[in-house]
């Protein structure tokens, strides 16, 4: 979940585009544990992961991540697109967890790096 957003399993999340020598900012998400009674265990480590030939391009800050989320309770993890080059970038977030339903949690990103005013004028 970011901000208001629902985020389902298979999901998307589109950063949107920035102008090359910027950053997305940081862009939270919550994994919210909608059951009362039992702990939802996020099992793998690291706790999140990101794949694809892009993940480089995104920063994945989990310091404050919690490995047991118990009933109806939140913990969160932060994404940041920092990219290396122009052009569209997407990874894949996972969360493996005791979830018998989604064992593993996964959705992807997109952003695209745009050229600034002044670069795209000097490649003219």
Excluded: Y
């Amino acid at each position: 979940m970011q901000g208001a957003t629902n985020i389902i399993n298979g999901g998307q999340f589109d950063f949107g585009d920035i102008i090359n020598g910027n950053t997305s900012g940081i862009k939270q998400f919550k994994i919210k544990n909608t059951g009362f009674s039992l702990a939802l265990n996020l099992l793998s480590s690291p706790r999140i992961f990101l794949t694809g030939s892009n993940a480089v391009d995104f920063t994945l800050d989990q310091t404050s991540t919690l490995s047991s989320v118990s009933g109806n309770s939140e913990t969160s993890f932060n994404v940041t697109f920092n990219p290396k080059t122009l052009g569209a970038k997407s990874v894949t977030i996972s969360i493996a967890s005791n979830d018998t339903s989604n064992p593993i949690f996964s959705f992807s990103t997109d952003r695209k790096l745009h050229c600034s005013t002044a670069c795209c004028r000097h490649w003219r």
